[in-house]
């Protein structure tokens, strides 16, 4: 079974400042999909990027980015220019190319962002 | 906005009780997954439905149920509940169930008392 490990609870950063969030998984599968997810205090999910697994290049979306590295499952965020409206909950998912379609959840970080 | 709607935004109902939320997907979107939010459990994925067929079950207990209807819309029954059930209820959509992207609806806020 997949599963995927947020290992940072809390992370803080400073207004236009650069972060990282880290995420593993583990998988035996070679084609899936991973996303990052963002719950602000409205309890909203909101999805921030995806990548998927057999696109080399990794994804970008303004000011956040991923460094995919399938090798050593390891997906993480960087958010640059924090703005304080980055403050949320930030999940990491998975979602199998086969079987289904189920997103598997980390269980997040929350990210503190100070002016 | 996600185009996902689930009404009620908040229940606060009593142990033993039976509850029904219920999600109207974005327009156009076939498929519809529920999830649930605890603290101790995290994010979790419940059940899916496609075009008015169970597509995948999770972690959903015998007391849940689910369904989609014609107008695929989707209700997750909840019965005889329990203190542990007080979660955060998600519903979201894709368009065909394969598609990566999946929105998410504001989610339902259940407490059992």
């Known amino acids: 079974a997949q599963t995927v490990t947020q290992s940072q609870p809390e992370m803080s950063v400073q207004e236009a400042e650069t972060v990282t969030l880290s995420c593993t998984y583990d998988?035996?599968?070679?084609?899936?999909?991973l996303f990052w997810y963002k719950q602000p205090p409205s309890r909203q999910m909101i999805l921030v990027i995806r990548q998927e697994a057999y696109k080399q290049q990794n994804a970008t979306e303004n000011r956040f980015s991923v460094n995919f590295q399938k090798a050593a499952k390891s997906f993480s965020l960087k958010i640059s220019d924090s703005q304080l409206g980055d403050a949320a909950m930030y999940f990491c998912?998975?979602?199998?190319?086969?079987?289904?379609?189920?997103?598997?959840f980390g269980t997040g970080t929350r990210l503190q962002v100070f002016p | 906005d996600s185009g996902v709607t689930q009404t009620p935004k908040h229940l606060i109902t009593a142990t033993g009780q039976r509850v029904t939320l219920r999600c109207s997907p974005r327009s156009g979107d076939l498929s519809v997954y529920w999830y649930q939010q605890s603290l101790d459990q995290g994010l979790q994925f419940l059940i899916q439905y496609y075009n008015g067929e169970e597509r995948a079950k999770g972690n959903i207990l015998e007391r849940f149920s689910a369904q989609q209807f014609p107008d695929l819309h989707s209700e997750l029954n909840l019965s005889s509940l329990e203190l542990g059930d007080s979660a955060l209820y998600f519903c979201?959509?894709?368009?065909?169930?394969?598609?990566?992207?999946?929105?998410f609806g504001p989610g339902t806020r259940l407490t059992v008392t």
């Open positions: 998912a998975y979602r199998s190319e086969y079987n289904t379609d189920k997103l598997i």
């Open positions: 998988t035996s599968e070679s084609d899936y999909y």
């Open positions: 979201a959509s894709s368009v065909d169930g394969r598609s990566y992207e999946q929105y």
